[in-house]
Each structure stands twice: as C-alpha cells, then as structure tokens.
C-alpha cells in the first residue's frame, strides 16, 4: 500500500489564519484532513492508505509532523493549509512542493506557514543538523514533487472550472515551490 501522510496544518494553540468571520484555519484544515482521508479510503481501491498526523485539534511541532511521518515510512506527504491575504483581491488556489522558493510570495506564504508558535521566538537556523537532513530528503524526489503538485492542481483545476458539473469557479493561481 502506498501510504498517504495527510498534515492538517496548525491546531491546538497554533490556530493559523483567522478569517474576518472568526472562522480559524485549524478547523478547516482539520475537516478537509477528515473529508481527504474517507476520500481515499472509499475512492482508494486498497491501494492508498491515508494516515492523518492529527484527528482532533491537538498541537504538533513541525518536528513532530515530521517524525510522524518518517516513522510511518509515509509514501507521499500532504500538508493542507488554507492561506489568509490582507488584500480583497487576492483569491484562488494553489498547490505547493518543498523546493527552493520560486517566487517572493511563495516564500513568505512558506516562512509564515513553517513557523510554529514556539519556533516563531527562535531564529532559524538553516545550518542545523535538521535542516540539512530535511533538505537532502527533499533534493531526492523533487521531480516526483513537481509532477505531484501539477497533477493535484490540474485535478482541482478541472473539478471547480472546467468539468461539466463545476462546483464554483475558482481562480487557479498556479503550482508553486
């Protein structure tokens, strides 16, 4: 079976974006976490088998993300997170992999999204044993990362715009490292 890490972004004291109706990010993350697992179980034929780093709003370092999923010898690693924008124009969807940043609001979405609340009072420090690990496994299978990533965000693209049974149009912002 190929396992399927799915990462609901934030929870527990970290509630990530807050929307202007109170509405937080660890819970809509948290339900897209739930919706995606049932998805692949139903829709998966055996061959997927979706393990969730958290099922209930509970805080996990990204450390403990990671360990998750290394100790769970995961196969492909899905982090749900629902962006915030201070402009009304700002809209849409986009589908990220771990790689050098390829454009400016990449990397601030990557470096507000990756701090943790207790990580935000520390400095990171991109010469650390962890960091240096992290990057050599993700150097390995950035071609797969890359095709993943399009294949997702084509599959989004065409369930909410271009299939006959659109659910809502939704503006495709592209795939993004």
Same mark, same amino acid.
Request: proline fraction near 1%; avoid cysteine; charge should be negative.
């Given at each position: 079976?190929?396992?399927v890490i799915? @990462?609901?972004g934030h929870g527990g004291k970290d509630s990530g974006a807050i929307g202007s109706s109170g509405l937080k990010e660890k819970d809509i993350t948290l339900d897209i976490g739930l919706l995606l697992q049932k998805? &692949?179980?139903?829709? %998966?034929?055996?061959?997927?088998?979706?393990l969730l780093t958290r099922v209930e @709003?509970?805080?996990? =370092?990204?450390?403990?993300?990671v360990m998750f999923a290394n100790q769970s010898? %995961? @196969?492909? #690693?899905? =982090?749900l997170h629902v962006n915030s924008s201070q402009s009304k124009k700002d809209s849409g969807f986009e589908v990220y992999y771990?790689? &050098?940043s390829s454009d400016e609001s990449a990397k601030e979405v990557a470096d507000r999204e990756n701090i943790s609340v207790e990580e935000k009072k520390d400095s990171k420090e991109e010469s650390s044993?962890? #960091? &240096?690990?992290? @990057?050599?496994?993700?150097?390995? #299978?950035?071609?797969e990362s890359g095709y993943f990533a399009d294949t997702i965000q084509n599959s989004i693209d065409v369930t909410f715009n271009k299939s006959e049974h659109k659910t809502f149009a939704i503006k495709n912002r592209g795939v993004k490292q």
């Amino acid at each position: 079976q190929i396992k399927v890490i799915v @990462d609901a972004g934030h929870g527990g004291k970290d509630s990530g974006a807050i929307g202007s109706s109170g509405l937080k990010e660890k819970d809509i993350t948290l339900d897209i976490g739930l919706l995606l697992q049932k998805i &692949i179980l139903e829709k %998966g034929e055996g061959i997927f088998k979706p393990l969730l780093t958290r099922v209930e @709003d509970k805080y996990l =370092s990204l450390e403990e993300r990671v360990m998750f999923a290394n100790q769970s010898e %995961g @196969d492909i #690693f899905i =982090s749900l997170h629902v962006n915030s924008s201070q402009s009304k124009k700002d809209s849409g969807f986009e589908v990220y992999y771990n790689a &050098i940043s390829s454009d400016e609001s990449a990397k601030e979405v990557a470096d507000r999204e990756n701090i943790s609340v207790e990580e935000k009072k520390d400095s990171k420090e991109e010469s650390s044993p962890m #960091f &240096i690990l992290w @990057d050599l496994a993700q150097n390995e #299978f950035l071609k797969e990362s890359g095709y993943f990533a399009d294949t997702i965000q084509n599959s989004i693209d065409v369930t909410f715009n271009k299939s006959e049974h659109k659910t809502f149009a939704i503006k495709n912002r592209g795939v993004k490292q």
